[in-house]
């Protein structure tokens, strides 16, 4: 099997030749769908992503392996089996994915990935450098303590993640009848936009069908307005990897309370949006808290 750090890298030709191809053809049209400093961050970010998810790798793969003794079943590789491994990671996926915009600890690794105002190929490059730091793996532990090989584990995780980079485009619509099962660039652009009324839908990674049963699925109706609801543009990789995570390192000491502390880490990220951030801490108290929050 080909090492799971290497699939992404290995599959990086194809993506560069999609980026190049939609680069020209928005040239041609005048479309502007790229900006250079945006791409530029694009780039820059996946770089720091790849390098900190291989150093993570060292840590969690032997831990994997060590989890893996004590998994329920020993499931031999098959078809059916590949099979059943592909539908209960992309399940997986989608609750990370959903989890990742209602947790604020997740969220400030994922809000990289929406911090830009464009939307191409190079878009799904934009990933964070902390998803280590924030958890993302302990949604694929469920998979190796069924019995599933941590190898292989890792491996789908790859692929499906291969599959979301064709569905960060303007171009193609609903793909006919595939949009009833399968995550298409229609889907995917409303979850890139700030609409109202497309905030927090559409979380598929290949499979569509989950926002359909769980009932988070939208359809493209409204142009799409990309980002994040923040005034935010910067386009300095160190800027977006750690845009949250300062929101809450300086929001921490302004929250009084371990209730409310706990409420900031793992609540909706817009909870306390009405503290004003500062370096200088004036503490809320728990009551305060109560009837500027209650709303969230």
């Known amino acids: 099997m080909i090492p799971v750090e290497f699939i992404l890298l290995l599959l990086s030709p194809i993506f560069f030749i999609f980026i190049a191809f939609e680069w020209l053809y928005s040239e041609k049209r005048s ?13 820059a970010l996946a770089a720091l992503h790849q390098a900190g998810d291989f150093i993570a790798l060292l840590v969690l793969l032997p831990l994997m392996l060590w989890l893996s003794q004590f998994a329920l079943f020993s499931i031999e590789f098959s078809a059916l089996n590949l ?10 996926y989608y609750w990370f994915h959903r989890c990742s915009h ?3 600890w997740l969220w400030a690794s994922h809000v990289a990935h929406h911090s830009s105002r464009l939307m191409n190929f190079s878009t799904a490059f934009r990933q964070s450098l902390t998803y280590p730091i924030s958890g ?9 303590l069924l019995g599933f090989e941590v190898q292989l584990v890792l491996a789908v995780v790859a ?10 485009t303007q171009s193609g619509k609903h793909w006919g009848i595939l949009g009833w099962v399968l995550n298409t660039p229609a889907w995917h652009r409303v979850h890139h936009a700030c609409n109202p009324q ?5 979380y598929a990674g290949v499979l569509v069908i989950w926002d359909r049963l769980f009932g988070t699925f939208v359809p493209e ?15 300095n990789p160190i800027t977006i ?14 929250l009084y309370g371990w209730r409310n502390k706990f409420k900031l880490l793992f609540g909706p990220p817009e909870a306390f949006a009405d503290v004003r951030l500062s370096d200088a801490p004036t503490p809320t108290t728990d009551a305060t808290a109560e009837q500027q929050h209650a709303k969230y």
């Open 102 to 104: 209602r947790v604020r």
């Open 136 to 144: 993302m793996w302990l949604f694929w532990l469920p998979l190796v």
């Open 83 to 92: 099979f059943l491994l592909f539908i209960a990671q992309d399940f997986l």
């Open 159 to 168: 692929i499906n993640l291969a599959f979301q980079f064709f569905v960060h």
């Open 241 to 254: 990897t750690f845009y949250e995570w300062r929101k809450i390192t300086l929001l921490w000491p302004r």
């Open 221 to 235: 109706e409204e142009a799409c307005c990309y980002g994040i609801t923040d005034d935010f543009q910067s386009n």
């Open 198 to 202: 497309y905030i927090d839908r559409n």
């Open 31 to 43: 479309k502007a769908l790229y900006q250079w400093r945006d791409t530029a961050a694009n780039f």
